[in-house]
């Protein structure tokens, strides 16, 4: 359903009480009784599991499946898929400057990604209660996977022509996709581009945030927006360039403190985070998520920008136990209020 997202955004920065956004998505398979693996095969059921979990949970917007897999699929790349996990890419498809200047741009609806956003086409007419997300892998984290995340490292300094020809390509296959989802009837994207948190600032200056504009600026209007998504270390010392891609609202993950995040960050700025999805969500025991939830809000939620998630997608086999005490938790916050 079309809505206003900048007044969204602006109605959930406003709110005394704010509902949480967690990346939650995958957890859905534990309440359809399937595999990850005959899940991302199937749009209904990922349909059906978005539309579940948005009748368990009282978030503030619905996400589609966070898997950063798809897009370097479309290019060529190997993908290992497994029962319980979600989808790794493995190997490279680019080795040098010819093999990056022959890559091809995939059609949408190269392997995958068609179900994914037929996906995203039968959720948002069905959940009208509140937003729906389309997740995407962002075009240097995209590249690294065509490249090797390793390799990219080192390309960065060795061979920068040839890393810039693939995020070109890369970029417009996102661009062509955030397009296709906003068709589809999605009200925005989460873009994680978690590989160049990894990045020196100067080195992100270059090969990340420019591409990520480019895909902001085609396609972020007032009924769509995109959340950036960044859970690398280094994150806290690139504010200023990932402010420059003009993203709706940022995401966080746990590797760093979000207290000192949000001193960087403007006030009007929403941010988000950062529950650890992992070691608390997916391993914890629900007085640990509790226990960490309240003090990262406690720590957080002066801030009239700052809502509540998990630091990043939350693991398919996360116990539901786990998950409805994270969310206690945020009504436990604001009920002392």
Request: with cysteine.
């Amino acid at each position: 359903m079309k809505r206003n997202m900048k007044k969204w955004l602006e109605e959930l920065r406003n709110a005394k009480i704010k509902k949480s956004l967690p990346i939650l998505s995958f957890p859905s398979v534990q309440l359809l009784g399937i595999t990850v693996k005959e899940f991302i095969a199937d749009s209904e059921m990922q349909a059906k599991g978005m539309k579940l979990i948005a009748e368990k949970v009282d978030s503030a917007a619905t996400v589609s499946l966070m898997d950063l897999s798809v897009e370097a699929e479309c290019f060529g790349a190997s993908v290992r898929f497994s029962d319980g996990e979600v989808p790794t890419v493995t190997g490279r498809i680019i080795n040098d400057e010819n093999e990056a200047k022959e890559l091809a741009v995939p059609e949408i609806g190269t392997a995958r990604s068609g179900l994914y956003i037929d996906a995203i086409k039968k959720a948002s007419t069905e959940i009208t209660d509140r937003p729906v997300f389309a997740g995407m892998i962002g075009p240097f984290s995209l590249a690294a996977r065509l490249l090797d995340i390793t390799e990219i490292m080192m390309d960065c300094y060795d061979d920068p022509d040839m890393v810039h020809t693939v995020l070109e390509k890369t970029t417009e296959f996102l661009v062509n996709y955030a397009k296709a989802y906003k068709e589809a009837g999605a009200n925005g994207i989460i873009l994680a581009e978690p590989v160049s948190g990894l990045l020196s600032p100067a080195l992100e200056e270059e090969f990340s945030s420019p591409y990520v504009k480019k895909i902001v600026d085609a396609i972020q209007d007032d009924e769509f927006i995109l959340i950036y998504h960044n859970c690398g270390n280094n994150t806290p010392l690139m504010t200023e360039s990932i402010l420059s891609t003009g993203s709706a609202a940022y995401h966080f993950g746990n590797a760093i403190d979000m207290k000192d995040m949000l001193a960087k960050f403007p006030e009007e700025t929403v941010i988000m985070g950062n529950v650890d999805p992992a070691a608390v969500l997916r391993m914890g025991t629900p007085e640990l998520v509790r226990t960490e939830t309240l003090r990262i809000m406690e720590e957080c939620c002066s801030h009239d920008n700052f809502v509540i998630s998990s630091g990043c997608d939350i693991p398919p086999l996360t116990p539901w136990e786990n998950i409805e005490a994270f969310f206690s938790a945020v009504e436990e916050y604001y009920g002392k209020y």
